[in-house]
Each structure stands twice: as C-alpha cells, then as structure tokens.
C-alpha cells in the first residue's frame, strides 16, 4: 500500500526566498513520484514526476525535486519564490502498474508568498 | 484544447436530487479516473477506467454512486439522492497506462 504524508499543511515565504515543500512517502514497490500544483477552482498540473533515472528532477516554473530512497522523500524546491507560486500542491505516489495506475495524494500544502 | 474537459463546472443541487457530471479525456488516453476533493484536503479515488471497463471502485463510492464509460471515451458521474455530504469537487483525470494523470478543471458541487 501507498501513502503520502506531507508536512505542513501552510507555508509562507518571502518573494524571493527559497521555496521547500516536504513529502515523505511510503510504498512496498518502487514508487513513481509526483508533485502537482492547484490553483483556486481549477484541477491540477503537474509540475514534475519521477520515474526512474536521475533522482533529482527538474519541472516547470523552476521547481525542483530530488528522489531520496532512504529518507522516503520527495521535497519540492525552488530557490527564488516569486508570487505566482501561490497555490496548492500536492504529492502523490503511485506504481504505474499494468492492472493498476492508482495515485495517493498528500493533504497539499498551501504555498503563501509574501511580497 | 486538447486537455481534459469537464462540465459542468458548477452545481448546487438541493438535497434528494440526483446529478450527473460528465468528463471528457484527452483522446488517445484509454484510463479515466474519478476523484472527489474536500476542502482542505487532497484528491481521493473514487473509481476507474480502462477503455469502457471500470476496473477499481473506492469503497468511497457507495451505491448511490454510479459511473459510466459506455465507449471508452467520455464518462459519466452520476450521484443519486444527494446528501449535503457529497458537497464537494468531483476531478476526472485520463492518462496513458503508466503515466501522469492529466486532470480537468473538475465540478464544484454544492448541496442545500
């Protein structure tokens, strides 16, 4: 089984500073690892996933993450905030199995950049 | 647009109504998923898709809650005899089998 656990549940930053959004993970099969972002009323985009391959991943608007097997986690980065960061986001875990491709999202993150 | 469409956006139903939501995928995909969203909290599955087989149901989906995809293409969402719990975002999401899942703008269902 999977599960995702992340950890707080609001963040807030200066415009400019680092970003860091903790996921932990948990999983009995390899996981393929994803982080989405939300913005009010609308559904989510993904910003980045892992699969296999390089642990440290690079996605959209600048974010990043890097896949670490011993801690069980999948931080999301960004070195500058800016303030269309603002949002929610989430972590999910899935297998990417044949029979199965079921995602397990986090509680989300609300990301706050203060100007 | 070639994403995943969802309609309608809104819906505030009263209490004992049934409503039903439709999803459209992006075309090639042949899963489809149904999650319903909370506030405050993230994305929780409610069933899938493989072409026109539903595969996988939550036991979230209680019998009031059924879902089609007659073609394998678009899918329905139907919630019978609303309840003001069932107030919520419902997202449809499509992917390639082992891929990310590609979401629609969801529906916002309010009950009274």
């Known amino acids: 089984a999977q599960s995702v656990t992340q950890l707080g549940s609001h963040v807030s930053v200066s415009e400019g500073a680092l970003v860091l959004l903790r996921c932990n993970y948990s999983s009995s099969v390899p996981p393929y690892l994803f982080w989405y972002v939300q913005y009010p009323n609308q559904g989510l985009q993904l910003l980045l996933k892992?699969?296999?391959?390089?642990?440290l991943v690079k996605g959209i608007n600048g974010f990043e993450a890097e896949f670490k097997k011993s801690e069980t986690s999948f931080h999301l980065t960004k070195p500058s905030a800016h303030m269309s960061d603002a949002a929610e986001y989430f972590c999910a875990v899935s297998d990417l199995s044949n029979t199965g491709n079921q995602f397990y999202f986090g509680t989300g993150t609300s990301l706050t950049v203060i100007p | 647009d070639t994403g995943v469409s969802q309609d309608p956006r809104h819906k505030i139903t009263k209490r004992g109504q049934n409503v039903t939501f439709r999803c459209d995928p992006i075309s090639e995909h042949n899963r489809l998923y149904w999650y319903r969203q909370t506030l405050g909290q993230g994305p929780e599955f409610l069933t899938y898709f493989q072409n026109e087989a539903q595969l996988e149901k939550s036991r979230l989906l209680s019998d009031r809650f059924s879902a089609e995809r007659p073609k394998g293409s678009f899918s329905t969402l139907e919630i019978q005899r609303t309840e003001q719990g069932d107030s919520a975002m419902y997202l449809c999401?499509?992917?390639?089998?082992?891929?990310?899942?590609?979401f629609g703008p969801g529906t916002r269902l309010t009950v009274t």
């Open positions: 999401a499509s992917s390639f089998p082992i891929n990310e899942q590609y």
């Open positions: 892992y699969t296999t391959g390089a642990t």
